[in-house]
């Protein structure tokens, strides 16, 4: 009788302490095994009609096509360098991929996609945006004196290269304000991040960085008007005002930034680094960020898509030896709206 009611009162006591114990921002939901894929990945794309998720393995000199109601490969494109960005169009069903090594821009189309024309940029050809009301890619490549590092804008109607914009080094992520008609670009090498107006297809503004540097992935949050910028030296996330680049906070981050995500449900920000972490933040009403805490993965786990239709984040877990590569699926923490 007396154990029990000793029970009861640490019960009564730790309840309170129990029940205030926030839910971790990212839980495993399952892994998808790639058999026969090795190396790291770099951007992803998904087709959520078709429940579809493309996966750039570069490593692998390929792109996987997984189908998310069976987690099995539907297909892997291969003849590829170094597969980078991604990007699926719906309205026209088609996919679109930078290739760093063969300088190119690739477009694939049909059931099973197959090779539907391609384009030659230069090398290092990396992360690209669409923006569905002009029907264009922005898309990033070159970087040395041989490649001068630029963004090509692609007409996807004729494929073909309508613009060209010259910025100081390679150009990283590429994020886009559909209701502002801008494009954001991250400028690594020169510590800044560019803004190229659509209605005047110029550039607008650079915005040079002071808390950190070295800025590989971006994350456009709309309803907070804010751009927020993953830097490696030192690992810093920081919040840019969208509308003038100025600072409005930072907090620490892992070191390799090199995916981004904003999560508008939850008001959360995901930062994936190759050291192995995927970090979460909580923006506060005035714009603050707030450590959530650290997602272990796997060294050389880079990046990733979150997909805020489905809740979830895909993580790219490279493969070696006989290890194949894997794609982590995770769930937000909570269904809590944005505070």
Known sequence: MQRTAVSLALFVLCAPFCQAQPKAPLTLQQTILLPGVTGKFDHFAVDTERNLLFAAATGNHSVEVIDLKTNK???SITGLGKPHGLEWVAATGSLYVADGALGELRVYSGTPLALAGKLKLSDDADDMVYDEASHSLFV????????PPKIAVVDTVHFSIVASFSVATHPEALEIDPGG???FVNVAGANEVVVIDLATRAIAAQWKLTRAGDNVPLAYDDEDGLLYVGC???GTLIALDSATGKEMGSAPAAEGADDLFYDAALG????ISGVGEVDSYQVGPDKSLHPLGTLLTAAGAKTGL???AQKLLYVGIPGAGAQPAQI???ATG???EKP
């Open 181 to 183: 008609r801008r494009v």
């Open 232 to 234: 490696r030296t030192p």
């Open 140 to 147: 990033g490549h070159g970087g040395d004196a041989a490649n």
């Open 268 to 271: 959360r920000v995901y930062l």
């Open 73 to 75: 490969v539907r297909q």
């Open 328 to 330: 982590r699926v995770y």
């Open 334 to 336: 909570t269904t809590q």
């Open 306 to 308: 979150f997909v805020p």
